[in-house]
């Protein structure tokens, strides 16, 4: 009896150490908004296979997508707080950070080149800075977004198309009163509702990125894809500060550069995507509208400057000048 409890004990000893031996130094629980199949988590999975590769192991990467770990709210406040480690977030950093609001400004940025010269230089590195600073989160890569684009049932090449579209728009002020400026009636409505007020006439009009008018099925109840690129915008995938300055100087790098790896990565998968956004929805019957880009911006600035504030009005100058 005795000798076989010696056994078992020394068995679980070995077990125990083996366990141990494997274990990583270090666990980054990643949690954000993503389904399994979009490829923002894509793009996690590859961060998570170089960080763990590049580490021999002493970095572990748990990824939570579909908000396993609550909203993307809920998340920044889990990493402030030390319950998690990593997010993807945008203009909501603008709850602390106000030049973050930068990211959802329509008519920012004429197209993707801008916003990436932008974003890749001082103006990026300037927003970044007061992120950090505010939040104490660390934008280690990010990505670019689909822009939003108008649906409806009749062409809308001009702001005098618009002609009192009724509209549905996100509560968000900004986008409300830049859309009355071009001439819409806008109307904030949950997105759960705007399918059932297209197909009942209650609404004319909606607009979002290509990938949510796949994915709601609006080709069912929208004709035609005015491409109006009103808002372009990117976002970040962060850690927090504390946590990746917690870890010595060569896990950092690992981390930083298995960031640069997924930001490369998500890219190209983003640009194969938007193609074959485009392409779906033309085959499912819906005509994209080339609209006057330039006569919906000046039509759109007042609003904008408006709802602006020195110091976002200074970035968003320094953003036309570009």
């Known amino acids: 009896m005795i000798k076989k409890l010696l056994t078992s004990a020394v068995l679980a000893t070995m077990v125990f150490s083996a366990q141990s031996a494997l274990a990583a130094d270090y666990t980054l629980r990643f949690g954000h908004l993503a389904n399994e199949q979009n490829i923002w988590h894509q793009a996690a999975e590859k961060f998570k296979e ?15 997508p579909s908000e396993q770990l609550g909203s993307e709210m809920d998340v920044i406040n889990s990493i402030q707080l030390g319950t998690a480690d990593m997010t993807i977030t945008g203009e909501s950093l603008q709850n602390w950070a106000p030049k973050a609001a930068m990211m959802a400004v329509p008519y920012a940025f004429r197209d993707s080149e801008h916003l990436h010269n932008a974003v890749n230089g001082e103006i990026g590195a300037e927003i970044e800075e007061q992120i950090i600073e505010r939040t104490n989160l660390v934008p280690l890569a990010w990505f670019e977004r689909g822009a939003r684009e108008l649906t409806s049932n009749r062409p809308i090449r001009t702001p005098d198309d618009l ?8 509560n968000v002020p900004l986008f409300v009163d830049t859309w009355q400026a071009m001439g819409a009636r806008p109307t904030p409505m949950a997105f759960s509702e705007v399918f059932t007020a297209l197909q009942q006439n209650t609404l004319e009009g909606q607009e979002n990125p290509l990938s949510l008018i796949e994915s709601a099925s609006f080709n069912e109840v929208q004709d035609y894809v005015n491409m109006t690129g009103h808002v372009r915008s990117w976002i970040y995938v962060v850690i927090g500060r504390n946590q990746l300055e917690n870890m010595p100087e060569e896990l950092q790098q690992v981390v930083r550069d298995a960031a640069e790896t997924m930001q490369a990565f998500e890219s190209e998968l983003f640009v194969e995507d938007q193609k074959r956004l485009e392409q779906a929805l033309q085959e499912r019957g819906m005509e994209f509208i080339e609209v006057d880009v330039d006569a919906f911006a000046e039509a759109a ?3 904008v400057l408006d709802a602006l504030t020195p110091e976002q009005r200074e970035i968003f100058d320094a953003i036309q000048d570009l």
Not at 163 to 170: A, E, F, S, T
């Open 50 to 64: 170089e960080v763990e590769a590049n580490s021999d192991g002493r970095i572990e990467v748990r990824l939570y």
């Open 301 to 303: 600035r007042p609003a």
């Open 163 to 170: 002609d009192g579209l009724r509209l549905r728009v996100p």
